[in-house]
């Protein structure tokens, strides 16, 4: 089963841009995640905020979590051509097993030149 | 320091034809990973290594896929027979902690397309 959802699907910018993601999860959390992955590769882990924790920064990255809302959002800022890439939230199930990650169906980012 | 290692890169095969994927994790990652990923879907977890020990297969299809880790290092994903819905991304990944609160690094995949 897939615990987050990733919204939008897709989205489509212009070079410079701010680009925002969001994750919806269902259960309880001790972190989330958010992995990056170019066409064709695999994918890279960009950034992990705790659940005690409201927003980090990570270079052009600022990553939310609002645990009340189960939810979570990544900006992108001044984005580039080579952030075109899918995007993943992943939070760990609790349920079967704090060691299994749970990734969402991703967000499909296209930044245009 | 070497990534995630995989191969092959792409694989075709004819259906009711074996197939295995090799994986050879970061050096020093205890938990390994399989995962696969349909198109336009995110990864999903068939196995969990921890050193040699498989300790999360509960999405493993047994009756085709087997997997191994010897030695606690290299693994085999192996399926067989392979039938049309196998196509997919194979992806592994390995951790240094506990997969689910920490980083995990993962190999560019094999695409594997069955005919």
């Known amino acids: 089963s897939q615990q987050g959802e990733e919204d939008p699907q897709a989205l489509s910018i212009q070079e410079g841009e701010n680009a925002t993601m969001n994750c919806s999860y269902k259960?309880?959390?001790?972190?989330l995640q958010w992995y990056r992955q170019n066409s064709g590769r695999g994918l890279v882990h960009l950034i992990l905020?705790?659940?005690?924790?409201r927003e980090k920064h990570s270079g052009r990255l600022r990553v939310t979590l609002d645990t009340s809302k189960k939810s979570s959002s990544l900006l992108i800022t001044a984005s580039r051509a080579a952030d075109t890439a899918s995007y993943f939230c992943?939070?760990?199930?609790?349920?079967?097993?704090?060691?299994?990650?749970?990734f969402g169906q991703g967000t499909r980012l296209t930044i245009n030149p | 320091e070497a990534g995630v290692v995989q191969s092959p890169r792409y694989k075709i095969i004819e259906k009711k034809q074996p197939v295995a994927f090799w994986c050879n994790p970061i050096?020093?990652?205890?938990?390994l990973y399989w995962y696969r990923q349909n198109l336009g879907q995110g990864p999903e977890l068939l196995i969990r290594?921890?050193?040699?020990?498989?300790?999360?297969d509960s999405q493993l299809p047994k009756d085709r896929f087997s997997a191994e880790r010897l030695k606690g290092v290299d693994s085999t994903l192996k399926i067989q027979p392979a039938e049309l819905g196998d196509s997919a991304v194979y992806l592994c990944?390995?951790?240094?902690?506990?997969?689910?609160?920490?980083?995990?690094?993962f190999g560019p995949g094999t695409r594997l397309t069955v005919l």
């Open positions: 990944a390995s951790s240094l902690g506990l997969g689910g609160a920490s980083e995990q690094f």
């Open positions: 259960t309880s959390i001790n972190n």
């Open positions: 905020i705790r659940s005690n924790e």
């Open positions: 992943a939070t760990p199930d609790l349920i079967q097993g704090a060691q299994k990650l749970v």
């Open positions: 050096s020093g990652h205890n938990t």
């Open positions: 290594y921890e050193n040699e020990e498989a300790v999360d």
